[in-house]
Nanobody
Framework: QLQLVESGGGLVQPGGSLRLSCEVSGFSLDQYGVGWFRQAPGKEREAVSCISSPEEGSLYTRYADSVKDRFRVVRDKYTVYLQMNTLTPEDTAVYYC????????????????????WGAGTLVTVSA
């Protein structure tokens, strides 16, 4: 069982930046594609970004249209990061990371339906 842990959420002013982290303590994530999802109060969960497993060759990334010019997902052996810049109040949500074995971030994984493991989430609040 993979226990994903998100960190880095908090309160930030509009226009500010945050970096979220997703990791499994002491465990390599190289065999897993990792997605970032968010859910705002009263709204459906939505995909934010995804980065494929490096064991499948070239890395692939995907972004929601609403964040593609502002957010960037990167990874190292143990951690997947979501760098979020130019934040707006519309980015306020609980952010979750999720992982799927050898995922290339296909449509099913990117929707969340194919993700096998989920973290508990970290709250991001963008407010003046």
């Amino acid at each position: 069982q993979l226990q994903l842990v998100e960190s880095g959420g908090g309160l930030v002013q509009p226009g500010g930046s945050l970096r979220l982290s997703c990791e499994v303590s002491g465990f390599s994530l190289d065999q897993y594609g990792v997605g970032w999802f968010r859910q705002a109060p009263g709204k459906e969960r939505e995909a934010v970004s995804c980065i494929s497993s490096p064991e499948e060759g070239s890395l692939y990334t995907r972004y929601a249209d609403s964040v593609k010019d502002r957010f960037r997902v990167v990874r190292d052996k143990y951690t997947v990061y979501l760098q979020m810049n130019t934040l707006t109040p519309e980015d306020t949500a609980v952010y979750y990371c999720a992982a799927a074995y050898l995922s290339l971030c296909n449509d099913r994984d990117y929707s969340g339906d194919g993700m096998e493991y989920w973290g508990a989430g970290t709250l991001v609040t963008v407010s003046a």
